[in-house]
């Protein structure tokens, strides 16, 4: 994996492996935004309920709140590709048995939020898998860009899936959404067994023994580089990391929307998702003035949605904000990534997913209860004050505190012993 200087953006892009990865994960994302637009469509039109969407995105991030832990701890001492290509066949399997259960009729949210939870279980162990082997394709100097650009499949196979799904629920029915979704999977297990061993970056394995969860936690909150960013997120991904919960509610109950304007919510700020995530590849460092300076922006930028009193106005303001999101999380997934010790990577990746994403059953039952009793512009104001929050007291600490170096081969790491 040798590299050259220069790249900008696309520099990872040189590595075999990681092009590899790359496109599996663009069809499988696609999918995956596909599968959720139909699903939340199909709960606000049929239920018209503000609980209902919160509770099947809660049941979605479910397992991963309590088993993200122990699945990332499994990262470090297991082969992670083949830890991958298991739960995306088991994705795979559940995704087609809810297309089935939706085609018969079974569209209740009951049976919607066990299929979410079941999905669910096998995200918890894909994610720190996924993330802590993207560390492994490429060379830590071009650690920023890989992770921008794995963001910006996120964001951007968000803006094609969210469009797509639109069109093809006009078309045909939201069920066909969740049949393409079944077999996106297909194109993560063929990218990873692609994969050349060789061109890999050997990492040292954890060896099994007790207590490798309460060490990894111990390494995260005795390290300041890692325990910040880790903090920071716990705030922004509980309160202010919502979208699917409030862009549908925002669209269906406070504008009215149609399918096509539904989706559209959706694939605007995915766009600015999309852009943000490539000014983050671009990017050669990872520091915590970038993580202030983007939390303060999307506060503002969520303080302007929630209270835009027209639908292209709130659509502008969408975008920014996914602009400003999709910089943070980047920058926030890059640091910690590249301040992390090897032997610890997978556990810390999977408090970074426990906290970004496994926050979401909290967070959902918060914004989908505040919607119910008020509105969805309250939501989106709740998260708009924490995002604000967490900016300022980013940004007293990197006029306070110096930042370390930022590639793992670089940082001191500090001995951590097991206790008790």
């Not at 700020?269 to 990017?283: M, N, P």
Request: hydrophobic fraction near 55%.
């Amino acid at each position: 994996m040798a590299r050259e200087d220069g790249g900008g953006a696309f520099r990872a892009l040189r590595v075999r492996n990681f092009r590899l990865f790359f496109l599996g994960q663009i069809l499988n994302v696609s999918g995956s935004w596909i599968h959720n637009t139909a699903i939340a469509w199909i709960v606000v039109r049929q239920h018209h309920a503000a609980a209902g969407v919160g509770l099947v995105i809660a049941m979605q991030f479910l397992p991963l709140l309590l088993l993200g832990a122990w699945a990332g701890a499994l990262a470090d001492r297991h082969d992670k590709r083949r830890m991958l290509i298991v739960a995306n066949a088991a994705a795979a399997v559940i995704a087609l048995a809810t297309a089935v259960l939706v085609t018969t009729g079974h569209r209740s949210v009951s049976v919607l939020a066990v299929m979410a939870l079941l999905l669910g279980a096998t995200t918890a162990f894909e994610l720190p898998t996924r993330q802590s082997l993207v560390g492994q394709l490429v060379e830590p100097p071009d650690l920023p860009s890989a992770i921008g650009l794995n963001v910006a499949v996120m964001t951007g196979s968000r803006m094609a899936g969210s469009a797509l799904a639109g069109l093809l629920i006009v078309l045909f029915s939201a069920t066909v959404c969740i049949y393409i979704n079944a077999l996106s999977f297909l194109a993560t297990i063929l990218g990873v067994v692609l994969l050349r061993e060789s061109e890999i970056r050997p990492t040292e394995r954890a060896v099994r023994a007790k207590g490798q969860i309460v060490e990894g936690f111990q390494y995260a909150i005795g390290q300041p580089a890692v325990r910040f960013p880790l903090v920071a997120m716990a705030v922004v991904g509980t309160l202010a990391l919502n979208n699917q919960v409030t862009i549908p509610l925002l669209a269906r109950i406070t504008f009215h929307a149609g399918p096509g304007t539904f989706a559209m919510f959706g694939a605007v700020q995915a766009f600015g998702a999309f852009c943000g995530a490539l000014v983050a590849a671009g990017r050669k460092e990872a520091t915590v003035s970038v993580i202030a300076r983007s939390a303060l922006l999307l506060g503002v930028f969520l303080a302007l949605v929630s209270i835009s009193p027209w639908t292209g106005l709130a659509l502008l303001f969408m975008a920014c904000s996914g602009f400003v999101a999709s910089l943070y999380i980047s920058t926030t997934n890059a640091r910690l990534q590249t301040v992390a010790d090897d032997r610890y990577r997978g556990r810390v990746m999977s408090l970074y997913s426990i906290l970004f994403l496994g926050s979401t059953p909290v967070g959902s039952v918060i914004v989908s209860t505040a919607a119910a009793l008020t509105n969805p512009r309250v939501a989106i104001a709740i998260g708009a004050a924490a995002a604000l929050g967490t900016g300022v007291v980013a940004i007293i600490r990197s006029r306070t505190e110096p930042d370390p170096p930022i590639y793992g081969d670089l940082v001191e790491v500090v001995p951590i012993t097991k206790q008790g």
